[in-house]
């Protein structure tokens, strides 16, 4: 109940002495309607924060429910700074071909749709916004790597603005604003004619826009110049004809579409695709840290807590992938069969060669595809992503090389590091040797033998007839490599080779 304070207005005093009617008649008028509307249901599928590949894969998900069930209207609640233009364009894609006859989709931003957001925006049948919502300026853009931001090559921008005057041709948008959204070189004209109605033009096409108008013209007037991005409060949406309604809230948007008092279905982003979507930033660090403890791991005897790590960080990596729908089943075994042939060829083979190379090429590719959702580039947006993870591909296996070296040279000299990498392994260090005895350290200091295999750093050595685990402090050697044991620590024992002079 309605509690208005301060005075008696006269439709209230009427009703007291019974004069007036129980109910206004637009409420006589409007219950029909909403009874009508009960037995109706509405779908919305929200598309909020960053536009990426989780997102598109959560969208796949929701946008199959849709299409699965009977629904009376779809409606994409967008609100967004936008993202990455592969994953608008995905999702672009994926609502316009929400192809059931009986089905209309409408885009409600009640903030903002801007970048990869106005894209997704365009490819729904109808837009609605809030009284203070923005739409557009979809300009690609990378950041350089000497810092700073740069526009995507025409290349690049070419497909973007065919999708938009797709999608503006076939949702009944103005084509000529929709491409300025994409491109600031572009400038466009407003043409008003006598009846009232607008045309927009790009300045390219403005005479034989004119000429084929002739008497019908009475103004024409530059609305975006060139140099200038289109980017639309509300009104100027409605007036370019890209806003078909504007809604103060989404109770308002039930409203305009005669489906208030229907019932509402929201389908948000679950869980899972929440936080594969936000593990999917830390890819990048996750798969350093995961080839490093890999390579530490296979230079170190025995198994512990670098390849508890390593192998523990990649799984992450390619469970996100998998999530996200890029990885495939026989992406993840490829990686598994390229880990195995590195460790053959560190442990059972000497030297590096074919197996070595084939392992981490193997890896690579894996890793590689794992990141994108397509085996080989054909548009010019795909070879752009397909570089661009071949280059954090790079960084990052420099990265993780650098790091397993340092980690190699230096962190053997930590105590508490010593302790964790012979975690699991410690058993195996002195792999036919005797419980330590009194004196144990001192008598093996000083001793002279030979590299039974190849030590990177570590491997097996052969002194006073027995084979034993040892390693260097980074030292790669050679089978036969004649070696001094320096320093024990605990049943670790830690040689250096022994100059021939």
């Excluded at 007291?16 to 919305?44: F, H, I, N, Q």
């Excluded at 990498?421 to 000083?446: H, Y």
Aim: glycine share 8%; with cysteine.
């Amino acid at each position: 109940m309605v509690v208005m304070k301060g005075r008696i207005t006269v439709p209230l005093l009427l009703f007291a002495l019974g004069l007036a009617p129980s109910k206004p008649a637009e409420e006589e008028t409007a219950a029909p309607a909403e009874a009508a509307a009960s037995d109706k249901v509405v779908y919305v599928i929200t598309l909020h924060k960053t536009i990426d590949a989780g997102l598109v894969y959560s969208a796949r998900r929701r946008v199959a429910q849709a299409k699965r069930d009977l629904y009376d209207l779809v409606i994409f609640e967008i609100n967004t700074y936008g993202g990455f233009a592969i994953s608008g364009l995905d999702l672009g894609e994926l609502i316009a071909n929400v192809d059931r006859e009986d089905i209309k989709t409408v885009a409600y931003i009640p903030e903002k749709a801007i970048s990869a957001g106005a894209l997704i925006a365009m490819s729904c049948h109808e837009i609605v916004m809030g009284p203070t919502a923005s739409l557009g300026d979809c300009e690609p853009i990378f950041t350089k790597p000497e810092g700073g931001i740069e526009t995507a090559p025409e290349k690049l921008q070419s497909p973007l603005r065919e999708r938009f005057r797709t999608f503006a041709k076939r949702n009944d948008y103005p084509p000529a604003l929709a491409v300025a959204m994409v491109t600031k070189d572009l400038e466009v004209w407003e043409l008003e004619l006598k009846d009232g109605s607008r045309r927009y033009v790009l300045k390219r096409d403005l005479d034989k826009e004119i000429r084929e108008l002739g008497d019908n013209l009475a103004n024409e007037h530059v609305v975006v110049e060139k140099g200038h991005l289109l980017t639309m409060g509300t009104q100027e949406a409605v007036k370019y004809g890209f806003c078909k309604h504007v809604a103060k809230d989404f109770d308002e948007v039930l409203e305009l579409y005669n489906l208030k008092g229907a019932t509402v279905r929201r389908a948000e982003v679950n869980w899972s695709e929440e936080l594969a979507r936000w593990l999917e930033k830390l890819a990048p660090l996750l798969m350093m840290i995961g080839i490093v403890g890999i390579i530490v791991e296979i230079r170190t005897p025995g198994f512990g807590l670098p390849g508890i790590v390593g192998i523990t960080c990649l799984v992450i990596v390619f469970s996100t992938k998998y999530v996200a729908g890029w990885a495939e089943t026989w992406e993840i075994l490829l990686f598994i069969l390229g880990v195995l042939l590195l460790a053959v060829e560190v442990f059972v083979t000497p030297g590096f060669g074919v197996l070595g190379v084939s392992g981490l090429a193997l890896m690579g590719v894996s890793i590689i595809l794992s990141f994108q959702d397509f085996a080989i580039p054909h548009t010019p947006w795909q070879r752009d992503f397909f570089l661009t993870n071949i280059t954090m591909l790079g960084a990052v296996m420099v990265a993780g090389l650098a790091g397993a070296l340092i980690i190699g040279r230096f962190l053997p000299q930590v105590p508490v590091f010593n302790k964790l990498i012979q975690s699991g392994e410690s058993a195996s260090v002195l792999t036919t040797a005797q419980a330590p005895e009194p004196g144990f350290e001192t008598d093996m200091i000083g001793r002279i033998g030979e590299c039974a295999s190849t030590m990177r750093p570590s491997g097996r050595i052969r002194l006073d007839g027995k084979t034993l685990w040892a390693m260097t402090e980074g030292d790669f050697l050679q089978r036969g490599d004649r070696v001094e044991v320096y320093r024990v620590e605990g049943n670790r024992i830690i040689v250096r080779r022994v100059s021939d002079a």
